[in-house]
């Protein structure tokens, strides 16, 4: 079992429509990142939670840590957020090694 | 404020061959690391750097190997390269502890 699992693989929604991604971890962590990758790699680090909650415009992250789990939400999506959303966790070891989920691939339909 | 840079951008190599890639992270920033991404396996820490010493290192085959300078620019060298060593690698750095990860373009290097 990996030790950070994201839900949907894949996930394609008409344009304005409420998006959620979640991402769930199974060992001790520091911090959470959400990353977003558009075709070319470029890799963007959206949020980096340990606690609560992050809003940053359209998009939104949340943490719960007892429960281990995240969720990106992103509000009245458009066809620009169509990209990879990866979710990766910092070990509460000190380090800066980050773990990553398989990512959820978003499409926006126009 | 410079974003971090990696060169060369693109590379192309040979079976056997070797390789180094470069990351010059953000200024102040003293910590980088090395990531491998390829679709089969996705993202993969490869190691950190902190202050010219590796703190981690991934599970990755000791063909790969880095080292940081003073500056806090870091080199990653894969020596003997294999066809599966195709990929994006990515680095980023980040002030130790900090909420400020820094991700850089990346170098994709294809291995013929």
């Given amino acids: ?110 | 404020k410079a974003g971090v840079t990696q060169t060369p951008r693109y590379l192309i190599k040979t079976r056997g061959q070797q390789v180094t890639l470069s990351c010059s992270p953000i200024s102040g920033h003293r910590s980088v690391s090395w990531y491998q991404q390829t679709p089969g396996q996705g993202l993969q820490f490869l190691f950190e750097y902190f202050s010219e010493t590796q703190r981690n290192k991934g599970n990755f085959p000791g063909r790969f190997s880095g080292r940081q300078f003073s500056n806090s620019r870091s080199e990653m060298n894969v020596s003997t390269l294999e066809l599966g060593d195709s990929a994006l690698y990515l680095c980023a750095s980040s002030s130790a502890g900090r909420d400020n990860t820094i991700f850089g373009p990346g170098t994709r290097l294809t291995v013929t």
């Fill in chain 1, 1 to 110: 079992k990996n030790e950070v699992e994201q839900s949907p693989q894949n996930l394609t929604a008409q344009e304005g429509e409420f998006i959620t991604i979640n991402c769930s971890y199974s060992v001790g962590i520091s911090a959470l990142h959400w990353l977003q990758q558009h075709p070319g790699g470029g890799i963007v680090s959206l949020f980096m939670l340990s606690s609560g909650k992050k809003k940053h415009g359209r998009l939104i992250a949340t943490i719960n840590i007892q429960e281990k789990h995240s969720s990106l939400h992103i509000t009245a999506s458009h066809p620009r957020d169509s990209a990879v959303y990866i979710c990766a966790v910092k070990s509460n070891f000190g380090n800066e090694k980050l773990t990553f989920g398989t990512g959820t691939r978003l499409t926006i339909i126009p």
